[in-house]
Nanobody, 124 residues
């Protein structure tokens, strides 16, 4: 069983930056493709970014391209989401997820393990 714990969320002004971390335990994280999703109040959980097992390929939703960057350090069993130029519409609970499938997965139904989420609030 794989456990995921997110950290790094908080309150930030528009234009600011945050870095989210997702640390895994229970199994080696390098055997999983990883992703970040977010869910705003009253909305469905949406894809934000994904990364392959080796970290060589990434995928970001259009609304965050050029502002957010997903990366991973398999030696530390940690996946990161660097968020720059934050906007109020980025406000949401951010979730880390792990998939046993290869490649960058954008469908939340293809993820097998989830963290508890971390709140990101961007004030205008």
């Amino acid at each position: 069983q794989l456990q995921l714990v997110e950290s790094g969320g908080g309150l930030v002004q528009a234009g600011g930056s945050l870095r989210l971390s997702c640390t895994t335990s229970g199994r080696t994280s390098s055997t999983y493709s990883m992703g970040w999703f977010r869910q705003a109040p009253g909305k469905e959980r949406e894809f934000v970014a994904a990364i392959t097992r080796s970290g060589s390929i990434t995928n970001h939703v259009d609304s965050v391209k050029g502002r957010f960057t997903i990366s991973r350090d398999n030696a530390k069993n940690t996946v990161y989401l660097q968020m720059n130029s934050l906007k109020p519409e980025d406000t949401a609970v951010y979730y880390c997820a792990a998939s046993v499938r290869f490649g960058t997965r954008i469908d939340r139904r293809e993820y097998d393990y989830w963290g508890q989420g971390t709140q990101v609030t961007v004030s205008s």
